[in-house]
């Protein structure tokens, strides 16, 4: 038997109409029969593919479907929805209010952490090439003070492409610190630029490899010669401001105080956020011939980067152990002794640079995990919300029973009532979508130093749009599809007749699914608002904590550090300290670091003794005779420092005191200790105190008279006079413009200073608090939900309960008793996780709070008080209703 | 009565339809208008024609019993209605008072 082209076959029988399959398949299958006998098989074939294709015409198979039932999608039906949808939610404005609101939140985390996470995911995706880039990288042996550095030695940097194997391109990066960049001006003073990040010296080929797009000047020659800078259009804008990206070509621009450069490049401000980005490109040669560690085959900074393009059948394990055999040759660091080295270099796979947290530097690598966290966060929220909308919009479907009753009688089915909600969920998602679109600014505005810099800049428009679409349709198909299903399974005859609402619901007589709801929504919120109180808490306790040294009425500023010899920067600094501590209202000035600070510079001290050596890494504070008198710190043994301007003793704390070995601070005093080279006496021992936040525990501390190394001044303010203080203030900033003309008097209480110290805390409370709020609000939304439908449904038992007597007191009760019942199993759930979180965050800090039962219990009130607050206007309006309105309808 | 109308390849399908009585299903029909027009036409389009008719009114149809044939797959047989069959006869009524109507010498003119 012949058969007939399988794929027609396949067309007749999965296309053709259920009706007439049996019968089509059968006539073609003889008439095929027919045709090959008189024509021939490809002719046949070809007949009966072409019938069965014509076959497929609409005509042949949705004629009987199209005339037999009530089109969904004519115009007069989505008219007619559209006005069925408005006026329902016009109906019901407050809860779709509500709705809006709730969702709202929801779509404004979503979109504001998408945006986060796609900028921070975008990195170096556009580099071309970047599977065959790496970045050499520093590991030192474990137990050392820095465990890894991104960065390498300097000769390093152009010995490794000169003599190892393997690499097709390298680009160094290194990043430049500049005080001030200086503009020339055709007349009189150069105009002055401050804070210059985003510098760095590169090579010609990184604008070879790194695709930007150029406004001015030639990608081919830039960077060749020394005293070439490319800038970006934004930095070109800043300095040139009325020129054109062409008319900057060829200016000169002073850096590092002295080095005249010139503009060789303009390109555009760089749209995708990369690793190996910067604002000015220096070329190579112009910091290479004034770099000190030019020769220094052991000095490690991590500024000094270099990125590698291995050629495609290079390994680079092979080719980082080429690259330790290099290092080697110059640094005995590097050389294997016992199988072991001190320090060795790998490759680091451009891929994992922005995401290694390993390796910290400037650029601030973020780890996936946050991510993936933040991502598991926004759909947590939006889930939340979703569970809101169904929530309040089940709730109201009994009230429209009769509609949907009515429908249904019309012939309406199932599907066109679905559509019906999904249509009203779509309205609702688009008016949230629009308000948290005005949300998120003010996200941004508000919150802007939580979100990492230009992350509110970068925008994908085409992977942004999908994102919104997508989240569009999921939102309106999560949120709208049960409502819409659970509004299908209504019982029609019983609601058109007036039956009891619950009737028409059986899946609403039982509740529990509602409940469960409200006790996981409840149970959130008391998680946070736990967390939000111990934050608080934690947060004003090392705010407040007494550091061990006084900071009351003391000013603080940042020393300014110019291109001086030691000893002028010196003379000038004590003449400083010598004017401002002549004026009035100020008690005393001092030249030091901070007390307490985050930027900390560490040395080894050895102190010998009669069981051999003790070495101690101890962390050096560089004051002046004045620092212990003006922070009141006690001395327990010995005496202050004394009051030179260089090295010739130190004050050590207990702690350091303790780790050397000595039982009393007494025993210590006279000791010599030795940094290496040169040995000073111990002449005192000062009561331990704070020397960075709560995170950490008291290190050795070792205080030394070198004023260069000071950092900053700090001024006593004489006591008790503060109303004085603002003019003291100003007479210090007019004398400081006389030592420092071109630097600005940024004065701060210490007390504020302590709270920079806790920015990365603060940052976090604020977010926890917001989350609380979203949180605590979306939970009361849902139980203000279930609220009204409590109370709808009880309407006829609460009218009999009146009528029999029952007092408003006792039906408040009555209809509250249940929603707290709800809410202390959501507390009893919720307090453990809290407890449990906040346990794991707390054990990051050294000194911190006790977490107290009573706070649990508070916080526990706090959520019962809003719950009820949020039922007592459903129930004392249920409570109050008078009962023939609700009866009159038996 | 409303006046029925009926497109050409109808009228050829209803008359086929009508003259193989008890034998009037796809093939046949199809086979029957080939030979008998003497022009090709593809069962497609009688099987939508036939459907039309169906849904006028025109046509019956019974399913056939069981075949050893065509895989065992069983015929769909058509018939004309009473409907149908009023329709067909007005239909050659009206072309008969038309053809009635012509003047016998126009044949002589045209063939002559």
Known sequence: METPPRWATWLLTTFSHPDTQEEVEGDMLELYAHWFQTIGRRRANWRYGLNALRLLRPRARFRAHADSSHSLLRPAMIRNYLTVARRQLWRNRVFTLLNVVGLSIGLCTSWIIYRIVSYELAFDQHIPAKEQIYRVVTHFKPGSFMPTSPGLPVPLLAAIPKQVPGIEHAVPIRTQWNESVYVPQPAGKPERFRANDQLVATNPDYFERIPYQWLAGHQRRALEEPNQVVLTQARAARYFPRLSPQQVLGRRLIYFDTLSVQVVGVVANPTRPSSLGAQEFLSLATVSARDPNRDQWDNINSADQLFVWLTPQANPARLAEQINRLAAVHSSGVRLKNGQRERWHLLQPLADVHFDTEYADSSHPVDKAVLYKLMGLAAFILLLAIINYINLTTALTPGRAREIGIRRTLGSRSGAIIGQFLGETVLVTLLALGLSFALAPLFFTQFGDWVPAGAEQYLDWSSASLFVIGLLVSVSLLAGLYPGWLATRSQTIGTLKGAPLETAHPLLRGLTLRKGLIVFQFGLAQVFIVCAWLLGQQLRYALHKDMGFERQAVVVALLPINNQTPPEQIGKRVALRQAINQLPGVALVSLGSLPANQSISRSELSLPRDSGEVTLGVQFKFVDSNYIHLYKLPILAGRNLQPTDTMRDFVLNETAVRRLGFKRPQDAIGKQLSTGTVSYPIVGVVRDFQTNSVRHAIEPLALISYQYHASYISIRLAAGRPDDWASTLANIGNLWRRFYPDEPFNSLFYDESVQAFYEQERALSRIINLATGIAVLISCLGLFGLAMLTSQQRTREIGVRKVLGASVSSILLLLSSEFIKLVLLAILLGSPIAWYLMEQWLADFVYKIDVDWWVFMLTGLLALLVALLTVSYQSLRAALANPVDSLRNE | ?112
Do not use: D
């Open chain 2, 1 to 112: 009565m409303k006046r029925a109308f009926l497109g050409e390849f109808e009228e050829i399908v209803l008359l086929t339809v009508a003259g193989l009585g008890e034998q009037a299903y796809g093939v046949t029909i199809t086979q029957t208008i080939e030979v008998k027009a003497g022009r090709a036409v593809g069962f497609s389009s009688v099987h939508t024609t036939l459907q039309r008719l169906a849904e006028k009114g025109y046509l019956t149809s019974h399913m056939g019993g069981a075949t050893a044939e065509r895989g065992g797959r069983r015929k769909r047989f058509f018939s004309l209605t009473a409907l149908g069959q009023q329709v067909i006869l007005e239909v050659r009524r009206v072309r008969e008072q038309l053809w009635n109507a012509i003047p016998p010498q126009t044949w002589h003119l045209s063939g002559g």
